[in-house]
């Protein structure tokens, strides 16, 4: 039984339109399923006082992450778009805080870091900020998709000192090879992240 505290954070992942709604431009399977998981974490971290944070990718028009600008995706999340929104059925306070990834066009699919496209410098976004300031040192991740950007935001919450759990009720995965997610399950384990 995973029990939150003022010490614990639960970061969820992308949970937006174009990811887990079935008209979204990049619907990953299993969606509704992650959500409704999800969101008795929510409730459950709440309950305890826990900080929930809620990342969003949150691309320009025009980024080398969309295959018509040379990347592999089609448009999605485009900043201040529907498909940006988080989903109408998560559990999202208006009072929790929101890191938008990529605001001035960086890439990149961690919630804690972006990279310059041009300079390929890395940046660092307000999470590790806001976790920091509220002493945490446990983070829990749910959301989409486990291959791409909860994989990256878990092996950030490693590197950065973080003791982290995958919820892995929570989470579903692209899969655009098959596989993928259980191999991004199995990269994040072999990181030191556990599997709940
Ligand atoms: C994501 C593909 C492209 C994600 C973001 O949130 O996992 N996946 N952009
Ligand atoms: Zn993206």
């Given at each position: 039984?995973?029990?939150?505290?003022?010490?614990?954070?639960?970061?969820?992942?992308?949970?937006?339109?174009?990811?887990?709604?079935p008209?979204?431009?990049?619907?990953?399977?299993?969606?509704?399923?992650?959500?409704?998981?999800?969101?008795?974490?929510?409730?459950?971290?709440?309950?305890?006082?826990?900080?929930?944070?809620?990342?969003?990718?949150?691309?320009?028009?025009?980024?080398?992450?969309?295959?018509?600008?040379?990347?592999?995706?089609?448009?999605?999340?485009?900043?201040?778009?529907?498909?940006?929104?988080?989903?109408?059925?998560?559990l999202?306070?208006?009072?929790a805080?929101?890191?938008?990834?990529?605001?001035?066009?960086?890439?990149?699919?961690?919630?804690?870091?972006?990279?310059?496209?041009?300079?390929?410098?890395?940046?660092?976004?307000?999470?590790e900020?806001?976790?920091?300031?509220?002493?945490?040192?446990?983070?829990?991740?749910?959301?989409?998709?486990?291959?791409y950007?909860?994989?990256?935001?878990?092996?950030?919450?490693?590197?950065?000192?973080?003791?982290?759990?995958?919820?892995?009720?929570?989470?579903?995965?692209?899969?655009?090879?098959?596989?993928?997610?259980?191999?991004?399950?199995?990269?994040?384990?072999?990181?030191?992240?556990?599997?709940?």
């Amino acid at each position: 039984m995973r029990e939150y505290g003022a010490r614990t954070a639960l970061v969820v992942v992308d949970v937006q339109n174009d990811f887990a709604h079935p008209e979204g431009s990049l619907y990953v399977a299993g969606a509704p399923q992650a959500i409704a998981a999800a969101n008795r974490e929510i409730e459950r971290a709440r309950e305890a006082g826990a900080l929930v944070a809620y990342t969003q990718d949150w691309h320009p028009e025009q980024t080398p992450h969309f295959a018509r600008d040379g990347g592999i995706w089609p448009v999605h999340c485009v900043g201040g778009s529907w498909g940006a929104e988080l989903h109408d059925e998560l559990l999202a306070p208006e009072d929790a805080p929101r890191v938008r990834k990529g605001v001035d066009g960086e890439d990149g699919y961690s919630g804690f870091t972006v990279r310059d496209v041009e300079r390929g410098e890395q940046a660092a976004t307000e999470l590790e900020g806001l976790l920091r300031l509220r002493g945490v040192e446990h983070v829990l991740v749910a959301g989409l998709a486990t291959d791409y950007c909860v994989k990256e935001t878990a092996l950030d919450a490693l590197r950065l000192g973080f003791e982290t759990t995958v919820l892995r009720d929570a989470i579903r995965a692209v899969d655009l090879e098959p596989g993928d997610g259980e191999r991004a399950l199995e990269a994040m384990r072999e990181a030191g992240a556990q599997l709940a």
